[in-house]
């Protein structure tokens, strides 16, 4: 436990307390599966498209149905698909982040488990989506900037050449 | 001098909105309501509670006609049994259904029957009696586990950027 205290001191603070704060609130969400999730609406959207290309039967949760599946796999691509792309880029922290989205997409596996009553899958989807918050947490610690100083250091220097010029 | 009267709040419009306010629950109810008569359908499993005397049980529909209430679907449905209604889990039941489809972007759908009306068409010895939940004691302190969870995060990513326990080089 000594050895884990302070290991995260240098990172950037900003970058520390977003981690936090999103964390808190997509907690809150996920420990409440069956309420309301901000990414929701992007579940919508997804629907609204993809709807006029796959043929989703109505209502969505049926026990039997493929295209619900191909729904939820949407659902649960869509982080995947941006965790590479920003660490393609580099956005390490960007990509940390995500994981708070692949929790979303694991609430959704429970939101789908629990509406066709299969429990044990429901329970495993719900442990892993809080699992996946935490893991995202300390991603985002881990991959915040080593300085504060680091991350503005353009901003910083083009204020100090700024003051220069002012200055007599 | 005249003055101009509001002529757009004719009667007939009046009785015209009324009557779109009358319908309009109709329709809606014509769109989300499920009604589906005989269908038979198995207790997967159930629990007792005592706080509010509801039981949750756990069905799979086996025959049905409708459309929504389908074969092979599963829903939970809660409701209040009487203490000699004789529901076991693993009997196959029949009753007549009705519910409504609670979202219509997740297709939620929550349906209920009469208790009272419910004929028990399997009943073996291998079905077994409802038992009380083992959770119910924990519910009331749901909302202070919730907190308490993500309080403790907090903790442990205060106690790892904390300068106090940092390394200095």
Redesign the interface.
């Known amino acids: 436990m000594?050895r884990?205290?302070?290991?995260?001191?240098?990172?950037n603070?900003l970058q520390?307390w977003f981690?936090?704060i999103v964390?808190?609130i997509c907690?809150?969400w996920t420990?409440?599966p069956l309420k309301f999730h901000l990414l929701?609406g992007m579940s919508?959207t997804i629907?609204i498209f993809t709807g006029a290309i796959i043929d989703f039967r109505?209502?969505?949760?049926?026990?039997?149905g493929v295209s619900e599946i191909v729904f939820l796999m949407l659902i649960v691509s869509l982080p995947a698909v941006l965790y590479i792309y920003f660490n393609k880029v580099g956005a390490r922290y960007m990509a940390s982040a995500t994981f708070f989205w692949f929790a979303y997409a694991a609430q959704n596996c429970f939101?789908f488990f629990h509406?066709?009553?299969?429990?044990i899958p429901a329970l495993i989807m719900f442990i892993l989506s809080?699992l996946l918050l935490?893991v995202g947490?300390l991603k985002c610690?881990q991959n915040s900037e080593i300085d504060v100083l680091e991350g503005f250091k353009d901003e910083i220097e083009e204020a100090d050449t700024d003051d220069l010029e002012i200055s007599p | 001098m005249k003055t101009t009267s509001a002529k757009f709040i004719s009667p007939s419009l009046v009785t015209l909105f009324i009557l779109v306010f009358m319908l309009l629950p109709v329709d809606l109810w014509a769109i989300l309501g499920v009604e589906a008569t005989a269908v038979t359908f198995k207790i997967l499993d159930a629990t007792k509670y005592h706080a509010p005397g509801m039981t949750s049980l756990d069905i799979e529909v086996i025959n049905s006609d409708d459309y929504v209430v389908s074969p092979g679907r599963r829903f939970n449905v809660e409701l209040v049994l009487s203490p000699d209604s004789g529901i076991k889990i693993g009997q196959t039941l029949q009753a007549d259904f009705t519910g409504m489809i609670d979202d219509l972007g997740s297709g939620r759908i929550s349906v209920s029957f009469d208790p009272n009306t419910v004929l028990i068409i399997d009943d073996n010895p291998a079905c077994v009696e409802i038992p009380w939940s083992i959770w119910e004691p924990v519910f009331d302190y749901l909302p202070v586990l919730k907190i308490a969870f993500i309080l403790f995060w907090w903790l442990v990513v205060i106690q790892l950027v904390s300068k106090k326990g940092a390394v200095t080089s």
């Open positions: 000594d884990l205290a302070g290991r995260f001191s240098n990172r603070r520390v981690a936090l964390f808190t907690a809150w420990l409440n929701d919508v629907a109505f209502p969505f949760n049926s026990a039997a939101r509406a066709t009553i299969y429990r809080l935490v947490l610690l």
